[in-house]
């Protein structure tokens, strides 16, 4: 409609509309540089030697100096770090989905009674300080010989992304029509048979993409992780334990390990953030 | 007969998990915080209040959240405006604004600290710039606002984006013709904004303020990687007293606290922002 409008638009407003034009441009450049520029500077860091991360002043250039990055990765504990991180948050994957998606699924298909008791269970996760249930897990996972395992961080790394996982399932599910399920049924598919050959296939790109968002949750939650980890530590915890004892080119070695993949996974679900969000709002 | 049962079955795993990992956990941190040693006792509570660490850690949380969420809801909601006002590279220009999404605060932090630390990247501007002769210690501890400041920047920086994307997804679903209506008679862009996006925005901004005002009285990694001790928030408080003070009980009592004000505050919202029955869209 405002393409229709500016061909009829006599001049002095085309001019003024132009000025308007250029503002908003003018903004989303400075927008964008506000969210690239600070990630750039951490990639100078991390690029250039220990030497050059220390000196002043700084060019703002990198040096493409890879000393940084192999002392980080040759520093003891960061390989081990990295693993487990990459583990917790593996299983922290596979337990939200395998958990959330049949409760999406449940929600989107079918009324019956306590369906609102359950919303509400999953909503309320909403209004708490999720980590802060490392507190008392960390005295249960000692009396179960859960204490300082993977398995007992992706627990709680589960609980932060269950909610997520159950609504963005819920979204997906419901997006596909029940006839088309149905229209299997009568073909001679049992439910789960209609399950798996119809709805799976058209929801699975979805899911990956649930799943990443909750290796991303995993990736980058610090507090619990710090708390209910001592040898087995992942890399944020492993980071924010060293952070006064180590030096400026490790810290930013180690941020930049932990953003470089944040940006890839964020890339990869970028068509589904707002699906995952737009449900998130009802 | 199946069908009545299955949706139970369904849902079955999802529950047990919540009901174990988060009901009871938090009845957990409740018990603890007014027991000592297994008996009822409010000397957690009352070492917590008495430390002269708690009521700073409270005060800095309170203002970092009062100072980061406003200006984090007007950019969202600006940049929230121009995605869904763009027509070309609407694609790149969404990715580039989401991407602080993906960033955990530890990796926020670390990034403000490469600008702000001494040999960083704003002491080299000013320096360049001629403004001073030599670096300043900006994140000394007699520079106590100016960690406050970094935080409030590296909140800023990492956490709008959550806002926005919650914001745009709220947009899509305000119906066209009600701008076209209000343009019908007469209502500039911003009327248009104040008078109709706004109040259908609502539920969006009701989850945007309430996801937002909580983890921001979560900060915990920003502050540690810009200030270490030097600004005292209250998950930094809960991790301290677990840890090296080796006290769980008055974590759990600062855990209470945090849990307190965010369930003040997401009641606050529900109540401010609550849609009016029947005006759905």
Redesign the interface.
Known sequence: ?SAAASTDVPAPVKSAHSAGRFL?WA??FL??A???V??Y??M??ALSSPEQ????????LPGFDFSSLQFFASFSGVGRALWNSVLVAVLTMVLSI???A??G???S??E?P??EV?RM??VM?????????A??????FIRTGLDDTALGLA??H??LA?PFA?LITFSLFSAIPLEMEEAAWTLGCN?WQGFRKVVLPLVLPGIAASAVFAF?IS?????AA??LTIENRTL?AF??QN??VSP?HL??A??AA??VP??V???AV?KY???M??I??? | M???V???L??L???V??LV??????V??AI?AVTRDGGLSLQPLAIMASHWKFATALGWTLLLAAVVVPIQLAMAL??AT?VT??KTGR?T???????????????AG??????F?????L??ML??LGVVEQ?ILFLGYQNIWVIFLAVVLAEI?RAT?IMM??L???M??VPKEYY?AG?VFGANGWQRFVKITLPMLR??LQ?AL??RT?AA??V??VV??LG?TTLPVL?GE??NW??ALQD?NV??AY?LV??AI??AA?LFFLRVLRVPKGATI
């Open positions: 409609m908003f903004c989303v927008i964008c506000w969210v690239l600070p990630i500077l951490l100078v860091n991360v220390s000196g002043f002043p700084k060019s703002g395998g958990i959330g049949p409760a699924y449940a929600l298909r079918f019956f306590g369906k359950f269970l999953v996760t909403r209004a708490f300080p999720l980590p802060l249930l507190l008392p897990l960390a005295v249960m627990l709680v589960t609980v269950i159950v439910r991303t990736w980058n939650e610090v507090f710090a708390v944020p980071l924010i952070l006064n400026l810290k930013f180690g941020g932990l953003v944040a940006l996974f964020i890339f970028r953030l707002f699906a969000w737009g998130a709002n009802r | 199946q069908a009545k299955l949706p139970y369904l849902l795993p999802a529950t998990f919540l990992f988060f009901v009871y956990p938090f957990e941190i603890l600006s940049m121009i006002k763009l694609n220009i969404l990715y580039i604004f989401s991407i602080p999404l993906g960033l955990s605060d530890l990796a670390i990034v403000w600290l490469a600008i630390e001494q040999s960083g990247f002491n080299s320096f360049g670096p920086w984006a994307v919650i745009v997804s709220g899509g679903l076209e343009e539920p969006s989850s309430i996801l909580l009285f979560e915990f990694a540690t990687a270490g998950m809960t991790y677990q840890f769980r974590a759990s855990a945090i849990l965010s369930i997401t």
